[in-house]
Structure formats: C-alpha cells, structure tokens
Nanobody
Framework: QEQLVESGGGLVQAGGSLRLSCAGSGRTFTSYAMGWFRQAPGKEREFVAAITSGGSTNYADSVKGRFTISRDNAKNTVYLQMNSLKPEDTAVYYC????????????WGQGTQVTVSS
C-alpha cells in the first residue's frame, strides 16, 4: 500500500522549534516533488513549502526564513524543520507527493497537529 505518514507534531511554546517528518512507503518517491500544506481551524488548507526531486525549494512568504524543507531519498522521507514558531503556525500539517509539475498531488498524508502556545 502506497502511503505517506507524518510524525513530529506536538505542543510547543512560541519561539520554539519542531521537526516534522513524512515517510513514504509502498513505492519510492524519489522522482516526486514533495511538500507540506497546513490547515488551521476554520481556514482553508494553505501551501507551506515544497521540494523538487532535484532539491529546489519553495516557501510560503509566511514561513520564509523560519522553516526549512529537506529530503532524504535513501529514507524516502521529507522533513520540515520549523524554527521561531508563532501561535499563527498552529494547524494540522499535511505532507504530499506530486508526480508532475502543476498537477494535483497524487498522495497525501493523514496530517499531524502542531500547536504553538503564546
């Protein structure tokens, strides 16, 4: 079964850090672009960060300079290092994998909750 499984969410104080992981299984995601969206209560899901198969990265303006996306193809895993967290970063974070540029993601994880207290 092909799937993405997130981990690493939790409760942290403002200014703190968390590292999210998204492990793929059932197939290799080496050729896929991967990334993260998030959804806060009462809000639409929004883009956070992405990394191409070649390692190029892209970030939402709201997280630039604070979040870093990376991938380890040997482990079939993508990471999101989140520093200087703010209460407005509180959301469920979802990872995805997309096979073709411009297309909708082919796979989604189940989500992991990140809560930042003030």
């Amino acid at each position: 079964q092909e799937q993405l499984v997130e981990s690493g969410g939790g409760l942290v104080q403002a200014g703190g850090s968390l590292r999210l992981s998204c492990a793929g299984s059932g197939r290799t995601f080496t050729s896929y672009a991967m990334g993260w969206f998030r959804q806060a209560p009462g809000k639409e899901r929004e883009f956070v960060a992405a990394i191409t198969s070649g390692g190029s990265t892209n970030y939402a303006d709201s997280v630039k300079g604070r979040f870093t996306i990376s991938r380890d193809n040997a482990k079939n895993t993508v990471y999101l290092q989140m520093n200087s967290l703010k209460p407005e970063d509180t959301a469920v974070y979802y990872c995805y994998a997309r096979e073709n540029y411009g297309s909708n993601p082919n796979y989604w994880g189940q989500g992991t909750q990140v809560t930042v207290s003030s």
